[in-house]
Nanobody
Framework: QVQLVESGGGLVQAGGSLRLVCAAS????????MGWFRQAPGKEREFVSA????????YYADSVKGRFTISRDNDKNTVNLEMNSLKPEDTAVYYC??????????????????WGLGTQVTVSS
């Protein structure tokens, strides 16, 4: 089991930027892919982005391609999500997550088993 803590959320105007950080502990971070998901009230949790264990492969939901960038620093046990050109529809609680199996980078919520508590991102128009 890994412990995940997100930070960096807040209130930003449309067109602005935020950088989210997920700090991991309790498991061999560098052996696992990592993902970011988001959930708005009354909505299903949806995939945002994922990055492979070594950082060589990245994946993005169509809704954020070209605007968000995922990265990781295995020396610091962190995964980051840089969000640019934010839109009101990006408003949600953002969660980082890790799958159960190492060397695996899924993009569906069901394949992730460890979750942080989330950080709120609100984009005003």
């Amino acid at each position: 089991q890994v412990q995940l803590v997100e930070s960096g959320g807040g209130l930003v105007q449309a067109g602005g930027s935020l950088r989210l950080v997920c700090a991991a502990s309790g498991r061999t971070f560098s052996s696992y892919g990592m993902g970011w998901f988001r959930q708005a009230p009354g909505k299903e949790r949806e995939f945002v982005s994922a990055i492979s264990w070594g950082g060589s492969k990245t994946y993005y939901a169509d809704s954020v391609k070209g605007r968000f960038t995922i990265s990781r620093d295995n020396d610091k046990n962190t995964v980051n999500l840089e969000m640019n050109s934010l839109k009101p529809e990006d408003t949600a609680v953002y969660y980082c997550a890790e799958p159960q199996r190492p060397y695996y980078t899924p993009i569906v919520v069901e394949d992730y088993t460890s979750w942080g508590l989330g950080t709120q991102v609100t984009v005003s128009s």
